[in-house]
């Protein structure tokens, strides 16, 4: 059986790995794509 110090490290493990296929695009697909906009501030400026 393993010890609770294990298990935590291997959930850290875990959320490790998770972290890095996202950030690397494996084995994961984008489901939606938010687009952040922001007002120019030069455009109003005389």
Known sequence: MKSNEECIDGIINLD???T???E???SV???R???LKRI???YFED
């Open 16 to 18: 490790r790995l998770a």
């Open 20 to 22: 890095l296929m996202i």
């Open 24 to 26: 690397h695009n494996i």
């Open 29 to 31: 697909s984008t489901v």
């Open 33 to 35: 794509t938010v687009e």
């Open 40 to 42: 120019d501030s030069d």
